[in-house]
T-cell receptor
Framework: DAGVIQSPRHEVTEMGQEVTLRCKPISGHDYLFWYRQTMMRGLELLIYFNNNVPIDDSGMPEDRFSAKMPNASFSTLKIQPSEPRDSAVYFC??????????FGPGTRLTVL | RKEVEQDPGPFNVPEGATVAFNCTYSNSASQSFFWYRQDCRKEPKLLMSVYSSGNEDGRFTAQLNRASQYISLLIRDSKLSDSATYLCVVNKAGNMLTFGGGTRLMVKP
């Protein structure tokens, strides 16, 4: 079975541009998570969904960040406008109920 | 204080050595505990869960001390392929995981 799929794998953009990261969870999983990883702050949970409904977005850094999950097989994380400090690796993960979280390969974002 | 703290290392050990990592957590209400492994420029992957009675998976042994709020991971007979960053992970509520900063292990020939 395919694992968690993320696209793009790499994104380079200029400050002020809109960035959209995409995630397809493992089929049948009912939880989806967005994480951000940086050298300074490590791996941080941004937001998570259960059955497509956002449950906790307290980790979203500010209003420039938004996430949606229109259906069970797709989610987006959008940054608008992007800033250099948003440069990081963004991981999507999914799980079935409270079981093991499986991570996607990540999107490496660089904002110039 | 961070919720989950780890020594970042790196721990440089020769092949065949035994190495141990510790991790402390601040929330006494934490319910579940895990070790994840992350290879360079890859995603984290579950290595093993940590149970109150301690548990072993091949060369890996995990232990939990709730009273002192620390978790340990012991790797015996280290292999070159064990070189990675080991993340201590705590589940405090629901399905929300809190990750430590990771401990980097480098196993040398």
């Amino acid at each position: 079975d395919a694992g968690v799929i993320q696209s793009p794998r790499h994104e380079v953009t200029e400050m002020g541009q809109e960035v959209t990261l995409r995630c397809k969870p493992i089929s049948g999983h009912d939880y989806l998570f967005w994480y951000r990883q940086t050298m300074m702050r490590g791996l941080e949970l941004l937001i998570y969904f259960n059955n497509n409904v956002p449950i906790d977005d307290s980790g979203m850094p500010e209003d420039r960040f938004s996430a949606k999950m229109p259906n069970a097989s797709f989610s987006t994380l959008k940054i608008q406008p992007s800033e250099p400090r948003d440069s990081a690796v963004y991981f999507c993960a999914s799980s079935f109920r409270l079981n093991t979280q499986y991570f996607g390969p990540g999107t490496r974002l660089t904002v110039l | 204080r961070k919720e989950v703290e780890q020594d970042p290392g790196p721990f440089n050990v020769p092949e065949g050595a035994t190495v141990a990592f510790n991790c402390t957590y601040s929330n006494s209400a934490s319910q579940s505990f895990f070790w994840y492994r992350q290879d360079c420029r890859k995603e984290p992957k579950l290595l093993m869960s940590v149970y109150s009675s301690g548990n072993e998976d091949g060369r890996f042994t995990a232990q939990l001390n709730r009273a002192s709020q620390y978790i340990s991971l012991l790797i015996r007979d280290s292999k070159l392929s064990d070189s990675a960053t080991y993340l201590c992970v705590v589940n405090k509520a629901g399905n929300m995981l809190t990750f430590g900063g990771g401990t980097r292990l480098m196993v040398k020939p």
